[in-house]
């Protein structure tokens, strides 16, 4: 049995997996909305939660809201960095910058969160888990997380939560440009804008990261490197009174890591990777109070082994069609999902080459009656690896007053059981999907007009989970097949406060979960009981200084001969902003400032403290 790079990263996930959608509509097209510092996350407009323009405040399900303005001053290499400073979605990066990154959502299982660009899902049918680590923030405008099950309205993979990454485009000119580098002969350079005029606009960014990193494994002396390519770019118009878009995001590059050979011998290897997504939508009014869109869209997740021929690939093609009826006190969503998607993999010895279809089509009332607040949702998917799955979500909102809303909901989810599931190393073709039914209740106030507070409560409930059930054989020890064997529990509360005014901003969270594996009744690996993280910033004359803490319970990780228990830990970052001349601003952050020891995934290293700055200039 060989160990190759993509068998090792597809060993990394898979474990990842077994304790741990077909494509959206595209998202809000006013880009870079989220430039304002003193709207408060919940008076931000979202559309993920219910596939409708709404305040997250509005919005019956849980909603973090990550502006461009927290992108910026974050100097984040990656999505991940940016997820992580949010309590209840646990991290996992097995390495430095450019390290696979895999998130937990309210302690459901890293494969059990859906990831979007610009509303177009970008999971792998290999793996099932997005390559967060490889989406640039620098061409990100902001972020939305809905958390709980939304397999209703997105279909598979829905069951932790939904991130939508909404790349920045606009319809007003402007052009700048950022240049900065750091610790690890770490550089970068980006550049975007818009040119917009009568006849519509045309949005563009590109973004070059490139780092020496750091050793991949604590056991490991040589560094780990990264290479990133990145770009963008949008157009908007309108004919006869039809809207028609295009969007597209490319992320290309290198990504060295740690792996074993035959012999079980540490070794350096590295692979080539291609992550992109295209789109073309057109929309319209059907009638006065019929709104209809449709969208196509073509996803490509490719990873290649430098070492060997292994590789991971998928191909996705997908048709969108959503149509909202607004009938006064209620609103209709109704439409469908047609998917057709190739897998190619080569890992472990194991090879396939796999057709998948599936339809989603769903139906969402969105009622509102004085004081009370109602959505109902229903889907239905028929999917070629399982047949039928029926999903559905139900949520009553009542506000007490304008300031004041207490909400209560309740949901199904479910995931597919990926390509590797089925016919990689141990792969079961008779794999069900996996299910999940959550129930949450939640109070959200606006304490004043700078000032809110909220908190939820939820318990979800997860049944059928893919776990390799090993059945060793005097010719293979590590012989076994995937089986649907897993349960577990997970009940939390979280809690959140948020002020926004022209000279302070703050942010907190806190996340209190229990994350159980209902079969042996202990925790599920990589997922803390206690987290919480704050951010504050302080703006001086036209400079701002800043301070963002983030702080994690204990956590169980895999280990021979048994499971091992990482610390807890607490991180400190700092950043500094302040204009030069014109259009020039210069920006410092210090991450870790306190330097502290800490581990994501046991036996792999962690950033030190380290020191970035940039320039940013803008043109117009």
């Known amino acids: 049995m060989r160990f190759t790079a993509s068998g090792f990263l597809s060993l990394s996930l898979l474990s990842l997996a077994s304790f741990g959608a077909l494509a959206a509509p595209l998202s809000s097209d006013a880009g870079d909305v989220g430039d304002d510092p003193h709207l408060r996350p919940d008076q931000r407009v979202v559309v993920t939660a219910s596939r409708e323009a709404e305040t997250a405040f509005e919005a019956l399900a849980p909603v973090i809201y990550i502006d461009r303005n927290e992108i910026e001053r974050s100097l984040a290499p990656d999505v991940g960095d940016l997820l992580r400073f949010h309590a209840g979605i646990d991290i996992a990066q097995v390495g430095g910058p450019g390290q696979t990154t895999t998130a937990f959502i309210r302690g459901a299982n890293s494969n059990h969160t859906l990831t979007l660009v610009d509303g177009v899902r970008i999971n792998p049918g290999t793996l099932g888990v997005a390559a967060l680590h490889n989406i640039a923030p620098e061409l990100v405008d902001h972020i939305e997380v809905v958390k709980g099950p939304r397999s209703s309205l997105y279909g598979t993979d829905a069951i932790g939560g939904v991130i939508n990454i909404i790349t920045r485009a606009g319809d007003v000119n402007r052009l700048d440009a950022m240049i900065g580098g750091g610790r690890w002969d770490t550089r970068e350079a980006a550049a975007s804008g818009v040119l917009a005029g009568a006849a519509g606009s045309l949005s563009f960014g590109a973004n070059l990261l490139q780092t020496a990193g750091f050793p991949t494994l604590a056991s490991q002396t040589q560094d780990s490197g990264y290479r990133n390519g990145s770009a963008t770019v949008a157009g908007r118009t309108t004919i006869g009174g039809v809207e028609l878009g295009a969007r597209a995001w490319r992320a290309s590059g290198n990504q060295q890591y740690a792996g074993y050979d035959a012999d079980f011998a540490l070794v350096p290897l590295d692979q080539d990777y291609v992550n992109s997504s295209f789109a073309v939508d057109a929309a319209g009014q059907v009638a006065s109070r019929w709104h209809t869109k449709g969208v196509a869209s073509h996803v490509v997740d490719d990873i290649r082994q430098k070492q060997s021929p292994d590789y991971a690939i998928t191909h996705r093609n997908t048709l969108d069609w959503q149509n909202d009826i607004d009938a006064g006190v209620q609103r209709f969503t109704v439409g469908g999902l047609v998917a057709r998607e190739n897998t190619r993999a080569l890992s472990f010895g194991t090879q396939f080459n796999i057709d998948t279809n599936s339809q989603t089509w769903y139906a969402e009332d969105h009622v509102t009656l004085g004081q009370h607040r109602l959505l109902g949702a229903v889907g239905f998917t028929h999917h070629s690896t399982f047949g039928d799955h029926a999903t559905w979500n139900a949520e009553y909102g009542y506000a007490t007053s304008a300031d004041t809303l207490l909400t209560v909901g309740a949901g199904t989810g479910f995931r597919a059981p990926d390509s590797t599931d089925r016919f990689g190393y141990g792969g079961n073709p008779q794999l069900k999907p996996e299910q999940a039914r959550n129930l949450e209740v939640g109070i959200r106030h606006r304490i004043s007009a700078h000032e809110s507070v909220a908190l939820t409560a939820f318990d979800n409930d997860i049944t059928n989970l893919i776990a390799f059930q090993f059945a060793p054989t005097p010719t293979d020890p590590y012989a076994g097949q995937n089986q649907n064997i897993g349960r577990a529990r997970i009940r939390g509360i979280e809690a959140s406060w948020d002020y926004a ?120």
């Open 501 to 620: 005014s022209e000279l302070w901003s703050g942010h907190l969270e806190l996340s209190r979960q229990d994350p159980v594996n209902r079969d042996d009744g202990t925790r599920l690996l990589r997922r803390s009981r206690l987290s919480g993280a704050a951010s504050l910033t302080r703006r001086l004359g036209r400079q701002e200084a800043g301070l963002d803490l983030l702080a994690s319970g204990s956590r169980e990780d895999y280990g021979y001969p048994s499971n091992v228990q990482l610390g807890g830990y607490m991180l400190v970052n700092a950043s500094w902003r302040t204009p030069l001349v014109g259009g020039l601003k210069l920006q410092i952050r210090v991450e870790n400032l306190l330097d502290k020891r800490y581990e994501y995934a046991s036996g792999y290293n962690t950033m030190r403290r380290a020191v970035s700055a940039a320039l940013r200039y803008s043109f117009l």
